[in-house]
């Protein structure tokens, strides 16, 4: 299988989905996964995947593979003119999620052993595509994409302000809202985005609502609270989300599914001190009442 084609092995991969049990017992799953990922790392720039194994020193894979940091010329037909860490992404987005679980597990970077930024990367980019297609949709349950869910946000929470931005994780969670998330890591992801929320914009917040409500003002709600009980909240970034608190205000009011208990929940969630005055809130009010 090692000689096998790139396209060959994925065709193979996905042509186990209908016979997922028997093709994992015989351990034909495990073999092409190990092929997949001797083709990814002879074609990877970086080396991005080491061991999870605590019985090895070595950088190996749970494999049994190990992954060559020295740069390797791509072969056309996988070139991609993005970074080479990333080639890969497309091609693995079209498996079925129980085999990029095993791929995933492979790497020793599943669920609370994800410590990698490529990883979390690829999984966001798989579970996009999958939201995405109508297609994969009719094929396979949201649920079957909740352990690759807790496990991209487990990497997003760990590696966290330094590789993704208020906005970045605002649209993480857009993401994963509907893939079965784990509570845990709902709330981890909140707390994160949370304390960043002076870096949002108002566009950022206007997230789409249920029940008939435009806007998910709960979300907002809570991350508030998160960034009201932050340590050491400075007044400029107090007074800053203020600013976008009264803009978000405008936003909602006119919404006439919009519970009152929400409105003055949102316009009094912030202390004195994040505003100069109430004019903006005192403006929303008006719209609200109409």
Request: proline fraction near 3%; include cysteine; charge should be neutral.
């Given at each position: 299988m090692?000689?096998?084609?790139?396209?060959?092995?994925?065709?193979?991969?996905?042509?186990?989905?209908?016979?997922?049990?028997?093709?994992?017992?015989?351990?034909?799953i495990q073999k092409l996964i190990s092929a997949l990922l001797v083709k990814i790392a002879q074609n990877s720039d970086t080396n991005f995947i080491t061991s999870s194994s605590s019985s090895s020193s070595s950088p190996e894979t749970a494999s049994g593979y190990r992954f060559s940091s020295s740069s390797k010329s791509t072969p056309d037909l996988i070139k991609s003119s993005s970074s080479s860490k990333a080639w890969w992404f497309e091609d693995l987005?079209?498996?079925?999620?129980?085999?990029?679980?095993?791929?995933?597990q492979s790497l020793g970077a599943y669920g609370t052993d994800n410590n990698s930024l490529i990883i979390t990367r690829f999984l966001l980019h798989y579970l996009k595509?999958?939201?995405?297609?109508?297609?994969?949709?009719?094929?396979?349950?949201?649920?079957?994409?909740?352990?690759?869910?807790?496990?991209a946000?487990?990497?997003?929470?760990?590696?966290?302000?330094?590789a993704f931005s208020c906005r970045g994780l605002l649209w993480v969670l857009r993401i994963v809202s509907?893939?079965?998330?784990?509570?845990?890591?709902?709330?981890?992801?909140?707390?994160?985005i949370g304390g960043m929320l002076d870096q949002a914009t108002l566009d950022d917040l206007l997230v789409s609502g249920h029940d008939r409500a435009v806007y998910d003002v709960n979300l907002v709600l809570r991350l508030?609270?998160?960034?009201?009980?932050?340590?050491?909240?400075?007044?400029?970034?107090m007074?800053?989300?203020?600013?976008?608190?009264?803009?978000?205000?405008?936003?909602?009011?006119?919404?006439?599914?919009?519970?009152?208990?929400?409105?003055?929940?949102?316009?009094?969630?912030?202390?004195?001190?994040?505003?100069?005055?109430?004019?903006?809130v005192y403006r929303a009010i008006d719209i609200y009442i109409q």
């Open positions: 090692f000689y096998w084609s790139w396209i060959d092995i994925l065709v193979c991969l996905k042509s186990c989905f209908p016979i997922f049990t028997h093709a994992d017992s015989s351990g034909l987005a079209v498996l079925p999620p129980n085999i990029i679980e095993k791929v995933i595509t999958a939201a995405q297609s109508k297609a994969i949709n009719q094929l396979y349950s949201k649920c079957e994409y909740g352990g690759l869910a807790d496990t946000i487990h990497g997003v929470v760990t590696v966290g302000r330094e509907g893939c079965g998330l784990n509570k845990d890591y709902k709330v981890g992801l909140e707390k994160l508030i609270r998160v960034f009201v009980n932050s340590d050491e909240i400075s007044i400029h970034k007074k800053k989300v203020g600013r976008l608190i009264d803009k978000y205000l405008s936003e909602i009011s006119p919404d006439q599914n919009l519970k009152i208990s929400k409105f003055l929940g949102v316009a009094e969630s912030l202390p004195d001190s994040a505003r100069d005055c109430f004019d903006g």
